[in-house]
C-alpha cells in the first residue's frame, strides 16, 4: 500500500497528532519517518508540549532527553508563575473590573488546558485520563463558560 504522506500533513495545525500517526504507521518508508521525526520534535519543542514528549517517546522509540524536558518544565513552571504575579498584581493594583477579567482569562485558560488533555486522552486511549479531566471540566463549566464548550464537554462525554 502506497501512502501519500503530504495529503495527510497540516500547515495550520499546531498539534502534531497526524505526524504522529503516520510515524506508527508501517507503511511509510524510513527516510520519511525521519523528516516526520524532526517535525514533530521542533513542534514538541517549540509548543512546550511536555507530556505529549514524554508519553511518545518511548512508544517511537525514542531516547528521552531530559534536559529538554527539564527546560520545558521550567517555562511552563515561570508560566504560571507570571499568571500568579498578575492575578496578585490586579488584586492589589487594579479595580474590580480588572481583577474580573483577569481572573476570567485565567478560567477561559484553564476550561482550554483541560478540553485539549481530553483530546489527548481520547488520541492515546487513556480512559483514567479522560475520567479525570471529564470531572475537572464540568466544575470548571459549572463556574461558567460559553455555549459552545460547553457543548463539546458534553460530546466528549457522550463519546467516553
Avoid at 97 to 121: A, F, K
Wanted: glycine letters at 4%; charged letters at 35%.
Amino acid at each position: 500500500m502506497d501512502i501519500n504522506v503530504q495529503s495527510f500533513k497540516s500547515s495550520d495545525s499546531k498539534l502534531p497528532v497526524q505526524k504522529l500517526f503516520l510515524l506508527r504507521s508501517p507503511d511509510i518508508e524510513d527516510i520519511e519517518k525521519a523528516s516526520l521525526k524532526d517535525e514533530v520534535l521542533s513542534l514538541i519543542k517549540a509548543d512546550d508540549m511536555t507530556e505529549l514528549y514524554q508519553t511518545c517517546s518511548p512508544k517511537l522509540g525514542w531516547e528521552l532527553d531530559l534536559s529538554c524536558v527539564d527546560a520545558m518544565n521550567a517555562k511552563h513552571a515561570d508560566e504560571l508563575k507570571n499568571l500568579d504575579d498578575k492575578i496578585a498584581d490586579a488584586e492589589e493594583n487594579l479595580g474590580e473590573s480588572e481583577r474580573r477579567r483577569r481572573w476570567l482569562w485565567d478560567r477561559r485558560w484553564r476550561r482550554w488546558l483541560v478540553l485539549h488533555t481530553l483530546r489527548l486522552g481520547y488520541f492515546h486511549l487513556d480512559f483514567a485520563l479522560i475520567s479525570r479531566n471529564i470531572d475537572k471540566a464540568k466544575n470548571l463549566f459549572d463556574e461558567g463558560g460559553d455555549w459552545e464548550r460547553k457543548n463539546r464537554l458534553k460530546v466528549y462525554e457522550g463519546l467516553y
